[in-house]
Nanobody
Framework: QVQLVESGGGLVQAGGSLRLACEAA????????MGWFRQAPGKERAFVAI???????IYADSVKGRFTISRNNAKNTVYLQMNSLKSEDTAVYYC???????????????????WGQGTQVTVSS
């Protein structure tokens, strides 16, 4: 079992930055891939970024060049640095543990075995 607690969400103006953090407890953090997902009002939860055990990151096209995922295994924490925020980035952001590829409705994506409770990010235009 893995417990995840996100922090760092809030209200920011378009063009601004936020840094999300997710602390994990319960299992060996360094042994699994971590990721961030988001769910906007009226939409399905969507993949944002993943970082594997080697530190290799993959991003959704919508956030490439603006968001950076990183991890600190000594602190059991994964981060999401979000720059140049846009109104369409407004969503509840979820941290996921044991992230792996999957297919949904014939489309390749990612999912997680464990989820945090989510943190709201609101970008005002």
């Amino acid at each position: 079992q893995v417990q995840l607690v996100e922090s760092g969400g809030g209200l920011v103006q378009a063009g601004g930055s936020l840094r999300l953090a997710c602390e994990a407890a319960g299992r060996t953090f360094s042994s699994f891939a971590m990721g961030w997902f988001r769910q906007a009002p009226g939409k399905e939860r969507a993949f944002v970024a993943i970082i594997d055990t080697a530190g290799i990151a993959i991003y959704a096209d919508s956030v490439k060049g603006r968001f950076t995922i990183s991890r600190n295994n000594a602190k059991n924490t994964v981060y999401l640095q979000m720059n140049s925020l846009k109104s369409e980035d407004t969503a509840v952001y979820y941290c996921g543990a044991q992230v792996a590829p999957t297919r949904v409705a014939g489309r390749s994506t990612y999912s997680a075995a464990y989820w945090g409770q989510g943190t709201q990010v609101t970008v005002s235009s």
